[in-house]
């Protein structure tokens, strides 16, 4: 079956832009992350959903990045006014349920990078 | 606060070669351990899932070993080929919800 899934796989902009990041996790899960990770480093966790409510978002660096799942499967992930320091991949990742017995299933990541 | 270190940060090995890569965590209450691959480019892939009740787990070449009390976990591969070059990345969880929490991860060489 398909996998967890993010577009744009790229994405450039410049600095003080908009930007809208879409994850598809697969079908049925329930829980729902966000994480970012920077050149040579792992991936730092942003925020996580259970259903349409985001259950935990002590990971967003700022008010500048906020994340919807309105109808508890697709997840947008946006950034206001982006800076040169936001440049990262930015991966989403899907398990089965929130337990901490279930995998974590990761997308390929969209790179974005501001200019 | 929870902090995830790998040792080696990168490591080079000939082809065939048996070698072992190690995790070490400061908080020992951990709910989970997981082992991901990550190829350049590319997302994770996950190899390997520990629960904090268990001592090891094994998928085909790979072993990974947790000791919780100690704060450690390795992966161990065996026979290593070329095709298992990427950078692999260990993560703890650290309750029975929420997020993973991962170190910078060992980048893998293996020469044909």
């Known amino acids: 079956g398909a996998g967890v899934s993010q577009t744009p796989s790229n994405k450039v902009t410049e600095k003080g832009k908009y930007v809208e990041l879409r994850c598809d996790p697969i079908s049925g899960h329930t829980a729902l992350y966000w994480y970012r990770q920077s050149l040579g480093q792992g991936p730092e966790f942003l925020i996580y959903f259970q259903g349409t409510g985001a259950a935990d978002d002590s990971g967003l660096p700022n008010d500048r990045f906020f994340a919807v799942r309105p109808e508890g499967s697709v997840s947008t992930l946006k950034i206001q006014r982006t800076e040169r320091g936001d440049s990262a991949v930015y991966l989403c990742?899907?398990?089965?349920?929130?337990?901490?017995?279930?995998?974590?299933?990761f997308g390929p990541g969209t790179r974005l990078t501001v200019l | 606060k929870q902090e995830v270190t790998q040792i080696p940060a990168a490591l080079s090995v000939p082809e065939g070669e048996n070698l072992v890569l190690n995790c070490s965590f400061t908080d020992s209450a951990i709910y989970n351990l997981q082992w991901f691959r990550q190829d350049p480019g590319k997302g994770l892939t996950s190899l390997l899932l520990?629960?904090?009740?268990?001592r090891e787990q094994t998928s085909g070449r790979l072993n990974a070993s947790l000791d919780k009390s100690s704060g450690r976990s390795t992966l161990y591969i065996a026979a290593s080929q070329p095709g298992d070059s990427a950078t692999y990345l260990c993560?703890?969880?650290?309750?029975?919800?929420?997020?993973?929490?991962f170190g910078k991860g060992t980048k893998l060489s293996v020469k044909p």
């Open positions: 993560a703890v969880r650290r309750g029975s919800q929420g997020n993973l929490i």
């Open positions: 990742a899907s398990s089965l349920s929130p337990s901490g017995a279930a995998e974590q299933f």
């Open positions: 520990i629960q904090s009740s268990q």
